[in-house]
């Protein structure tokens, strides 16, 4: 069920790469999602209960999303803005759920890297030499793939600990209802009877602002079909996070198989894909649709990406949107396509 050989002799490897003088730095990629708070965590307490080492967790970005930050704070995680530290005041640098070069990370470009645990597909592998990295792009959540870690090493989970692996594991793969494998289920029950259902209640059903709602009304006034593709527009975010919900939320649309989202915050435009089309493979198509122009990548069924240097001038989002718009027909050989409002 679970690789306990693999897991066994790569957690042996970075667990031999830390001795007790040591001061240790986990970066997430930026605005990080429960699985890259999970995991940070999953890799802190690792290291803490083997070699006595309380790490530093750290992120560019923001926490935006209501359901992670309650997440952050009935776990109590303590975490880090990557802008404060210096990294070069830390003996070994760990990556977990991302990969240098990739876009999706604060970390300025040319700082040495230790150790990468990802879920993701390969990228950017000539960024990563002499990385010890533990990259498996068929996990559904890299939780995981630390779950196995802590199996591996016989180290008996806290509650806290299992409660935000659980939760990570069930967000990444939506209930084991995409993208997952048997060591995603395997853990994903093995944490289930050690979760706190009461934090994972608090987690869920985190109350919202009254922006979160105004957020939604956007993307539906603004949100278009092209055949089976839809296409909405938040224009101007306070946070990333809003971009991915609403395109998770709206894949669920009848007759639609793809979903693309968009929304500015600072100068950056972030974009999510969803699909649920087997004959698709979202990280390659929104590669392909920001080639040039940006950064991006992500597994089959889901994708995000980012575009640095835009307008947050309502005029220039509409442009950069009907840019994407004929990229992804193109990409998809749609011609002669009727746009249609959602609503």
């Known amino acids: 069920m679970l690789d306990t050989g693999r897991s066994l002799d790569f957690s042996n490897k970075l667990l031999d790469k ?3 003088e040591d001061r240790i730095l986990i970066i997430t990629h930026d605005n990080p999602d429960p699985d890259a708070l999970a995991s940070a965590y999953a890799l802190s307490y690792l290291i803490e209960m083997t070699r006595g080492i309380k790490s530093v967790i750290a992120c560019g970005g923001v926490v935006g999303r209501r359901e992670n930050r309650t997440l952050i704070d009935k776990i109590e995680i303590q975490i880090r803005r990557i802008e404060e530290l210096d990294l070069n005041e830390f003996d070994l640098v760990c990556m977990v759920d991302a990969q240098p070069g990739t876009g999706n990370s604060s970390m300025a470009a040319g700082e040495t890297l230790d150790v990468v645990i990802d879920h993701h597909p390969i990228r950017n592998e000539s960024q990563m030499p002499n990385v010890l990295c533990d990259i498996r792009p068929e996990y559904g959540a890299c939780a ?3 779950f196995e870690y802590l199996q591996a090493q016989n180290i008996r989970l806290s509650t806290r600990l299992a409660t935000a692996m659980f939760y990570a594991i069930r967000s990444e793969t939506q209930d084991l209802g995409r993208e997952w494998v ?11 009877s050690l979760s706190n259902n009461r934090i994972l209640f608090d987690i869920a059903q985190a109350k919202v602002p009254r922006s979160y709602f105004s957020s939604f009304d956007t993307a539906l006034q603004s949100a278009h079909t092209y055949n089976d593709i839809l296409v909405f527009n938040l224009y101007n975010i306070d946070h990333s996070d809003t971009v991915a ?4 939320f709206l894949l669920r649309t009848e007759g639609i198989g793809l979903v693309l989202g968009m929304g500015c915050t600072g100068d950056e435009e972030v974009l999510s894909l969803r699909t649920d089309r087997e004959d698709v493979f979202a990280g390659r198509v929104i590669r392909r649709l920001v080639e040039g122009i940006g950064t991006a990548g992500g597994h089959g069924m889901i994708a995000g990406g980012q575009i640095k240097g835009v307008s947050d001038e309502r005029q220039a989002q509409v442009e950069l949107e009907e840019k994407l718009v004929g990229r992804l027909l193109e990409i998809f050989e749609y011609k002669d396509v009727q746009r249609l409002p959602l609503i």
């Open 18 to 20: 830390i001795t007790a």
């Open 144 to 146: 995981t793939i630390l």
């Open 182 to 192: 048997a060591p995603d289920r395997h853990a994903y029950l093995e944490l289930l």
């Open 245 to 248: 919900e609403i395109a998770d």
